[in-house]
Nanobody
Framework: QVQLVESGGGLVQPGGSLRLSCTVS????????MGWYRQAPGKERELVARIASDGNTNYADSVKGRFTISRDSAKNTVYLQMNSLKPEDTAIYFCNANVNLSPLYRHDYWGQGTQVTVSS
């Protein structure tokens, strides 16, 4: 059973920083792209950042220059360093992992979500 466990959310003042972590557990054949998405109240879930197995990254325009995604392949863990946080970054942040369970079978998994609140 593949599981994604997130940590690091919380309450922070505008301009502050938080670091999210997400670790994939369970047996996997290969861990492919990992990413972070977020969903604010009344809005659609949106991509924040993703990182491929070769290290290539993509960011939403709204977070470029403020957020950094990274991964530790040995630990099956992805991180999201969030700096210069703004109230509009407030949302539930979800980790996503694209996993090969066998050479030919891929599946997307999601974490349970972690709340990030930016407020004074």
């Amino acid at each position: 059973q593949v599981q994604l466990v997130e940590s690091g959310g919380g309450l922070v003042q505008p301009g502050g920083s938080l670091r999210l972590s997400c670790t994939v557990s369970g047996w996997i054949f290969r861990l492919n792209t990992m990413g972070w998405y977020r969903q604010a109240p009344g809005k659609e879930r949106e991509l924040v950042a993703r990182i491929a197995s070769d290290g290539n990254t993509n960011y939403a325009d709204s977070v470029k220059g403020r957020f950094t995604i990274s991964r530790d392949s040995a630990k099956n863990t992805v991180y999201l360093q969030m700096n210069s946080l703004k109230p509009e970054d407030t949302a539930i942040y979800f980790c996503n992992a694209n996993v090969n369970l066998s050479p030919l079978y891929r599946h997307d998994y999601w974490g349970q979500g972690t709340q990030v609140t930016v407020s004074s």
